[in-house]
């Protein structure tokens, strides 16, 4: 019994022991402290890490923090987004209060480039980043909107005032040329990666997914892209989980939208001056009289218009069909992690009304973001989004609305009017907003998801290998019924009709990146990067109608056509196959070099393989000891010049290009019995010969920053050339087919950029910061096939040398012919009242010839691009408020205005309200009612449209307030903001017509018919 005693007290004292042991070895010790800013304010999230350990937390709403450090550890490390991170020794101490002070020097940010990352310091090319708070500042449709004005050289435009629709991108100008002009955007679009993958729509990320989108401009920075980098690169990361106790976010908005901006049209008074100058106009010219024999409007309009004109009727049938849209969001997120496990959520939901009845877009997005660290040597992870988008779209009614007398009602006892005025192939705009006359729908499913694995197999080294995939599905359903706004403004189909087309995008990627990155002696920086890529795409397409289904007033109508003999179908295969490698070294932090080189290969044309290399260096000026011997790092605080060059590539050709098409035909009978069919060349020849575009630029570019950098400004200048320009060319009849891509011609841009950043003030109570944009594109096609221009009808279908891609093309036009001109004016078939265009060139010497004519007397009207154009941004602080003012502007460039195209003198519909000549009014700059010599010609009529403008436009005005901590901790909430912002409310242009002058589309068009909306919405965003 006693041995058994002794033997269990041995037991006891030796568990005792071993605990005491694990005591020893894991005991821990508590600190707390509070972190604030210089000024005291505590700092709500910021990061306490024991140093050398998986111990961490985060403050809470009053600064506050507590720490269970490990025993043997005596430093804690203090970090805060946009603050400078603090190594603080605590040995002895339970108690440490730190102040962290806000980081004024960004060079050590870490930027995105092409297949890794880098410090802001260390780039040789033209890079710009934009960040999360910045993207923040606006409610936008789309991501791609947040890059307005806030990169130089980037243009983006929102041509379409629809609900939902997308934009335009530009990055230094136009690269590529195509007779196909509706292909053009595309041809000139950036590149697009998010999260390492391409071909993911901005439209389907809310920008509050978004921690940084850097923008690469030069082709050193694009290079590394190859084929796919010759318009720039836009680079997008989506938040990733961050370590510390869970954190929910809710940024939420709601606004209302009124038209930003909409032409004059004719009162009725206007309109019956109009229609009695019209019948004198048309009298004169019987009778070579130039004043006319006067009216009355009892001589013109019928006694039903009389009574109309005498009632006062007076409709302003665009403003009937215009209406008050609106257009709110509503995104919440998850972030939460661990020193294993790190998980971003978030949820979102798009929801826009337009100025249309019935013009709708909705988006619902999901998004997960994964990061597990398996082992010390393994990580895995995913992104993964799907986005849902419902889009109810209007025909036209504003072009229908417009030439509608404004005598007119749209109602008579109470009854919609179907054709008011009874005006041929015309209807009342008010007829779309009923679903059972119209339908058009468009609803898809888009997800875009990638995984990854990482392994780092030795320091420095590692292997990374993405798999993505991506699907877009959409369907497109369409009915109209016989008393649709289409069917009664068509010659054909006057019965209605019905289509449904259907697509499906998929995209397969798969890439393997290898790093490896060591720094020796101290002094030498080495990183080497190696891809290897390869991707699939595949689409079907498929679309079937009827000419004259049954009334399906259901949303079920699509699924019911009767008649299906018109089903198409497309089906398109791209495949691409790359290698990279690059090199970058550092040389004592300050001596910078880069080069890379990438071989492609594109099933687009014929699989044939191209190499683009690019190298850039940088010197660090102010680094060196003889810099700063002189200056002091208090006045010079950045000094850094780089140059780059670089070759990328394009394959901007539709596909299958490189073969020939045989179609088949039914062309004769064998031995008497039915037809045998045969099969001919299509209209286009394949050339397998077809090669790459191919771009090279020089990039020359300086960083300075002075007074510790409260100024920093970056500037860049570029030269580029785009050879091998691929188009579709016409070719002589004796070829057996009509057209054939091949490689030809030179275009050139080059130009200049400037960002400058300053902090006007800083200081406890207030602080002012201001960003300045501004930058100049010289675009020039440098040569065509045998130096001969390509010269259509339009000036948008124009090639000319020593021109831009896109031109004002058409007659110079020197006013109205005036009444004492009559006898001049008739040489040139014209008569007092007609537009005069200059007579430049047509005789054999090149002279005048007293003839009009398209092929002498056009010329180069301007660009449709900008001489410069930039944006400004100040961004204030007070006490919890903050104030952003963003400005915008354009100085210099055409486009083809479409409210013109409406004012046609020799018509019986209402028009916009222009200053036209008449006898008495021989200032006018538009023909005289009745004149029919402009639009005999289409031609003059374009020229007609063609205008110069500027504008300067307040873009938004957004002001916020950020409750104190002392009230939002009550409430258990670490941070709280509401805000208030107007978009679009102020413009200064100089054209007279008054629409919002970035309402441009891809083409250079006005769009009146989609007008740009004016929004102000007020927000809340949420930190819990």
């Avoid at 450090?69 to 490390?77: D, E, H, K, S």
């Avoid at 709708?360 to 992870?381: A, P």
């Amino acid at each position: 019994m006693r041995h058994l005693i002794q033997v269990k007290t041995l037991r006891i004292i030796a568990i005792c022991a071993i605990c005491l042991l694990n005591i020893s070895v894991y005991a821990q010790t508590s600190v707390s402290g509070k972190v604030t800013d210089i000024s005291g304010e505590p700092l709500i999230g910021a990061t306490v890490t024991a140093k050398g350990s998986k111990n961490a937390t985060i403050t809470n709403t009053d600064g506050n923090y507590s720490l269970q450090v490990p025993t043997g550890i005596n430093v804690l490390t203090f970090s805060y987004l946009g603050y400078t991170t603090q190594d603080v020794n605590i040995q002895g101490k339970q108690i440490v209060n730190v102040q962290l002070r806000e980081e004024n020097n960004s060079l050590n940010d870490v930027v995105v480039i092409g297949y890794g990352v880098a410090k802001k310091r260390d780039l040789t090319g033209a890079v710009a980043s934009i960040k999360s708070e910045q993207i923040l500042t606006m409610p936008v449709t789309q991501a791609a909107e947040a890059l307005q004005g806030r990169v130089a050289g980037l243009d983006v435009t929102r041509g379409n005032g629809d609900a939902g629709q997308g934009v335009t991108i530009r990055l230094r100008g136009n690269r590529s040329v195509s007779t196909e002009k509706d292909q053009l955007a595309n041809y000139n679009e950036p590149l697009t990666i998010v999260d390492g993958m391409q071909g993911v729509s901005l439209k389907d990320i809310p920008t509050s997914d978004i921690v940084s989108m850097d923008v690469l401009k030069d082709a050193a920075s694009t290079a590394i892209y190859g084929a796919r980098g010759a318009n720039g690169v836009i680079i997008v990361t989506t938040k990733s989980g961050q370590v510390g106790r869970p954190r929910v976010s809710l940024n939420s908005y709601y606004g209302v939208s009124n038209v930003a901006s909409y032409g004059e049209y004719m009162s009725t008074e206007q309109y019956v001056a109009y229609r009695l100058e019209r019948q004198r106009g048309t009298t004169a010219a019987a009778g070579n009289n130039w004043l006319g024999i006067p009216k009355t409007a009892e001589d013109i309009f019928s006694a039903d218009q009389m009574a109309k004109i005498n009632a006062g009727n007076n409709t302003y049938w665009p403003g009937i069909a215009l209406h008050q849209g609106y257009q709110q969001e509503h995104n919440f997120n998850l972030n939460a992690g661990n020193d294993l496990t790190k998980i971003y959520l978030s949820g979102s939901f798009y929801d826009e009304q337009g100025l249309l009845a019935r013009d709708h877009y909705q988006r619902f997005t999901g998004r997960l973001n994964v990061d597990q660290k398996v082992y010390s040597w393994l990580d895995i992870g995913m992104r993964m989004q799907m986005a849902y988008s419902n889009n109810d779209k209007r025909s036209d009614p504003l072009n229908v609305a417009r030439r509608i007398a404004p005598y007119e009602t749209p109602y008579e006892d109470g009854v919609l009017v179907l054709n008011p005025g009874n005006i041929g192939n015309n209807a009342n705009p008010l007829l779309d907003e009923n679903p059972d006359n119209w339908q058009n729908n468009i609803y898809g499913t888009r997800f875009s998801g990638a995984v990854y694995v990482e392994i780092k197999p030795l320091k420095g080294l590692s292997l990374r290998s993405n798999l993505g995939v991506s699907a877009d599905n959409s369907v497109n359903g369409m009915y109209y019924s016989a008393t649709s706004v289409k069917a009664m403004t068509s010659s054909d189909h006057k019965n209605g009709g019905a289509s449904k087309s259907q697509s499906d995008y998929r995209r397969f990627a798969w890439e393997n990146i290898l790093t490896y990155n060591k720094t020796f002696a101290d002094i030498h920086n080495l990183t080497l990067t190696g891809v290897q890529s390869m991707e699939k795409s595949i689409n079907t397409e498929m679309t079937f109608g009827d000419a004259n289904p049954p009334e399906f007033p259901t949303l079920l109508w699509y699924a019911k056509l009767t008649n299906t003999n018109g089903l198409t179908g497309n089906y398109k295969e791209r495949e691409y196959l790359s290698f990279a490698g690059r090199v970058g070294y550092v040389l004592l932090d300050k001596y910078i070099f880069n080069a890379s080189v990438r071989y492609d290969a594109s099933s687009k044309v014929n699989g044939n393989w191209a190499a683009f290399p690019s190298a850039g260096a940088a010197w660090r000026i102010s680094d060196e000891e003889f810099v700063k011997n002189i200056i002091s790092s208090d006045y010079l605080s950045n000094l850094k010049i780089r140059g780059s060059w670089g070759i990328s590539g394009n394959d901007n050709s539709s596909d299958y290009v490189s073969q020939t098409t045989l179609l088949p035909q039914t062309g004769f009978t064998w031995n008497g019995s039915s037809a045998a069919t045969v099969y001919a060349l299509g209209t286009k020849i394949g050339n397998k010969d077809l090669t790459w575009e191919r771009t090279s630029t020089y990039d020359f570019g300086v960083d300075l920053g002075v007074f510790d950098n409260r100024v920093n400004i970056t500037f860049d200048y570029y030269n580029s050339k785009t050879t091998g320009l691929i188009s579709l060319m016409q070719l002589p009849s004796t070829a057996g087919a009509s057209e054939t891509y091949r490689n030809f011609g030179e275009v050139g841009n080059n130009g200049y950029e400037i960002l400058l950043e300053t902090r006007n003030i800083a200081n406890k109570k207030f602080q002012w910061n201001t960003t300045f944009t501004f930058a100049s594109n010289k675009e020039k096609i440098l040569s065509l096939p045998n130096g001969t221009d390509v010269i259509n009808q339009y000036s948008r279908n124009c090639l000319i040398i020593g021109s831009p891609v896109e031109v004002a093309y058409g007659y110079i036009i020197d006013g109205v012919w005036q009444i004492d001109e009559a006898d001049k004016a008739a040489i040139y078939g014209a008569k007092p009242g007609d537009i005069k265009f200059r007579d430049i060139a047509g005789g054999a010497n090149g002279e005048p010839d007293n003839k009009i004519t398209a092929a002498s007397d056009r010329v180069v009207l301007g660009k449709m691009a900008p001489d410069f154009y930039g944006s400004m941004s100040n961004d204030l602080y007070w006490k919890g408020f903050d104030l952003n003012i963003f400005a915008t502007f354009r100085v210099n460039y055409w486009y083809s205005s479409d409210f013109i195209t409406k004012y046609d003198p020799n018509s019986e519909n209402n028009a916009p309200f222009v200053n036209y000549w008449t006898p008495e009014n021989p200032s006018g700059t538009f023909s005289r009612p009745g004149s029919s010599y402009v639009k005999n010609d289409n031609v003059m009529a374009h020229t007609m449209t063609l205008l110069e403008n500027s504008f300067l436009k307040i873009r938004n005005i957004t002001l916020g307030y950020t409750l104190p901590a002392s009230v939002t901790k009550k409430i258990q909430i670490n941070r709280l903001r509401v805000w208030a912002s107007a978009k679009n409310m102020f413009i200064w242009q100089r054209d007279p017509a008054g629409f919002d002058p970035e309402n441009v589309n891809n083409l250079g068009e006005l769009m009146t018919d989609h007008p740009l909306n004016r929004l102000v919405t007020f927000g809340v965003n949420i930190d819990f």
